[in-house]
């Protein structure tokens, strides 16, 4: 009988939790719509494009895989034809329309397919080749998994064999798919109300209740999940009073900091992938993340140094900001274009107090929530074929920051920035939202920054020449340094690589030819789309490939690099001064792809 007790009691306790996921996962179902449920808040809709067949796909050359087909039909993939074999119910074979031979989908038209299928704000930041995943039930085979940095963690899973979109995922989808299994007592995933999970949950839900209720107070008992308030002592490095912040437990010191509107380094918007949010934390039992053993030295590491994105709000000892920014207000004194996508901003200082940089750093723009033109109105006759595919449309987008390095030397009476216009990528709904308002603004407009950020600065060695290497927007800290350099009471010798596609993406062209043949320095720029029909007598290719070339001839260790330029291109640089035996302390780069 005390047994039939206990099994009583603790029985009702596991048909009470029970109802509480019934209510909870109810109440979930009631709040989340259906393309929430089904993770497509950020898929564009859209079909495989049918194809008259004997338009662009010669069906002969598949005869012998047709004997036994069920079904036959063409369709455009990636913009390539692709013939479907159905063989009986639910057999498919998938080939190349133009060459017959097996689909095969690729890393990077994975990549475009799952943009194409995409809607939402975020780019993407990794694909990854898998076999299997709990997230697609009941799907078998190889795939690639296109992970998209937006607010919902977005995951587009792409067909390797076919090139189909099989489905998207995001975290409201994981939410939603665990609300089913609560609500159906099904944790298996696989909608199966009659299963053996379903059955082995009765005997042992027990121990999960049980084992739940003890996390449950071990967690409330350690404030973990408590919304408190408490008050944070901080300070800037230079010495600066001690302010303290009242902020929630749960926040990360960089939500802190920019809460209360303290300027702090962030390019990837606390994915803790840039390593700029650097504060120095007076606090030993902080531990150290792996963002931080990959981004930061053992050096910095010693000394207390910390990513602000990757820690919560400390219980104790002050946060120090490495970096003493400050907030300015700018007037936009002049904007030109300087190549068919790039303006030129030059901006006077409206605030009492001019910024003090260093050649190399950056700033952040704060582009408010405002309406915004895709084309701005001033753009030149010349430039007009090249602007010709952007709509002529207004958007509206909110608040965001934007880094951009300074193109003058410090010390110089306007801040002159390079702004690179970005066009509507695939699967995105607009064009670049801080390019396109500082493409906008009218002289006589102002605009907030806040720094300077950054370490893409000088070297101190005086007896190595300065090597420069960049390619499109790059330019602007390269620019910065270099007029640095020659600024110096005793200029190093200058060495200036600078790709472009085409002779009017070369900006700057003219002054640096100029100091060219006054002696001050070598420029070499370089084409990577010259044509035959272009008048060009310099070198072509890839700006990395005549580099290689220059340095095959030179000593390689008695130059400091500066690199910066298309991800793509800081790459392949890179690579190439690594397997030179170039020593890192030698190597310094801005990389705009964090």
């Not at 981004?295 to 602000?308: D, P």
Request: glycine content about 8%; overall charge negative; hydrophobic content about 40%.
């Amino acid at each position: 009988m005390k047994f039939l007790q206990w099994l009583h009691r603790w029985t009702s306790l596991i048909i009470l939790l029970q109802v509480f996921l019934w209510t909870l996962s109810a109440a979930w179902f009631t709040i989340m719509d259906h393309d929430g449920m089904k993770a497509h808040q950020y898929m564009a809709h859209g079909d495989h494009s049918m194809l008259n067949t004997t338009d662009m796909v010669d069906l002969n050359q598949f005869e012998h895989h047709f004997t036994d087909a069920s079904l036959v039909r063409v369709q455009l993939v990636d913009g390539i034809p692709q013939v479907v074999v159905r063989y009986g119910e639910d057999e498919y074979e998938y080939l190349h329309g133009l060459t017959g031979l097996p689909w095969q989908t690729g890393e990077a038209m994975a990549t475009r397919l799952a943009q194409a299928s995409y809607s939402g704000p975020g780019d993407v930041k990794r694909i990854t080749a898998i076999e299997e995943t709990w997230e697609l039930h009941g799907w078998k085979g190889s795939a690639w998994k296109v992970e998209f940095g937006d607010d919902l963690n977005t995951r587009v899973y792409v067909d390797e064999n076919s090139g189909t979109v099989i489905d998207h995922r995001n975290t409201p989808w994981v939410i939603s798919d665990w609300a089913f299994r609560l609500h159906f007592i099904d944790y298996t995933g696989g909608r199966n109300f009659n299963n053996l999970v379903i059955i082995t949950a009765a005997v042992v839900t027990l121990w999960f209740a049980l084992s739940g209720l003890i996390l449950l107070i071990k967690l409330l008992g350690s404030g973990e999940m408590r919304w408190s308030w408490r008050k944070v002592p901080m300070r800037t490095q230079a010495g600066d009073s001690e302010v303290n912040l009242v902020t929630p437990k749960h926040r990360t010191i960089l939500q802190t900091l920019q809460s209360n509107e303290l300027p702090i380094g962030s390019g990837c918007g606390g994915g803790g992938t840039c390593g700029l949010c650097k504060v120095r934390v007076e606090d030993e039992s902080l531990p150290v993340t792996d963002a931080e053993s990959e981004l930061l030295s053992q050096e910095e590491l010693a000394q207390g140094i910390r990513l602000a994105c990757r820690h919560k709000t400390p219980t104790k000892g002050k946060v120090v900001l490495q970096d003493n920014a400050a907030r300015y207000e700018l007037e936009l004194t002049s904007s030109r274009f300087i190549t068919p996508l790039m303006k030129e901003l030059k901006f006077s200082v409206v605030t009492d107090e001019h910024p003090e940089f260093k050649a190399g750093q950056y700033v952040q723009f704060l582009i408010p929530e405002a309406v915004s033109r895709a084309r701005p109105d001033d753009i030149p006759e010349p430039y007009h074929g090249v602007w010709e595919s952007i709509a002529e449309v207004e958007f509206e987008h909110s608040e965001v920051r934007r880094n951009y390095s300074m193109a003058v030397r410090p010390g110089a009476e306007e801040l002159v920035f390079n702004v690179r216009y970005q066009p509507t990528a695939d699967g995105a709904k607009v064009p670049g939202v801080g390019s396109t308002y500082l493409f906008n603004l009218k002289p006589g407009d102002n605009v907030v920054v806040e720094g300077p950020f950054g370490e893409f600065v000088r070297t101190d060695n005086e007896q190595h020449v300065q090597c420069f290497i960049g390619g499109g927007a790059g330019m602007a800290p390269l620019r910065s340094l270099i007029q640095e350099e020659l600024e110096s009471e005793s200029p190093r010798k200058i060495e200036f690589f600078y790709g472009a596609r085409s002779k009017q993406e070369l900006c700057y062209a003219d002054e640096f030819e100029e100091l060219a043949e006054q002696g001050k320095l070598l420029f070499t720029p370089v084409l990577s789309e010259a044509t035959s029909h272009c008048d060009w007598d310099g070198p072509k290719g890839f700006v990395h490939q005549t580099v290689e070339n220059y340095l095959k001839d030179v000593d390689v260790l008695s130059r400091d690099y500066y690199v910066c330029g298309p991800p793509a291109m800081l790459a392949e640089t890179l690579k190439l001064l690594k397997s030179m035996g170039v020593p890192d302390s030698q190597i310094r780069f801005d990389d705009f792809g964090n």
